[in-house]
């Protein structure tokens, strides 16, 4: 399973960003995928995520101001992010489980600036 992400840059705050991941090397339909950020220091955590069937779950701090959908067409998960702030930089990577195992993009960096 291979996930490619982009998307990320540089943005200030107020801007928006749209993160894109497409997925290769399994039934993409049948996998839950998210969104995951991690800055120095810190542990990796969970952004938000998208169940094969649709369902949705987003962390409290991006409630409102991102949208997490995907396309399975495509293959593709995206991150649509509004209302950026600061403490939203981070390098973001898209994650894909299915049959009991974890896969990861190589992230992809958001710099939001005051």
């Known amino acids: 399973v291979q996930l490619q992400a982009s998307g990320g840059g540089l943005v200030q705050t107020g801007g928006s960003l749209r993160l894109s991941c497409a997925a290769s090397?399994?039934?993409?339909?049948?996998?839950?995928v998210g969104w995951y950020r991690q800055t120095t220091g810190k542990e990796r955590e969970l952004v938000a995520t998208i169940t094969s069937d649709g369902n949705k779950n987003y962390a409290d701090s991006v409630k409102g101001r991102f949208t997490i959908s995907r396309d399975n067409v495509k293959d593709a998960v995206y991150l649509q992010m509004n209302s950026l702030l600061p403490e939203d930089t981070a390098v973001y990577y898209c994650?894909?489980?299915?049959?009991?195992?974890?896969?990861w993009g190589q992230g992809t960096l958001v710099t939001v600036s005051s």
């Open positions: 994650n894909l489980w299915r049959a009991n195992r974890d896969y």
């Open positions: 090397g399994t039934i993409f339909s049948l996998a839950a």
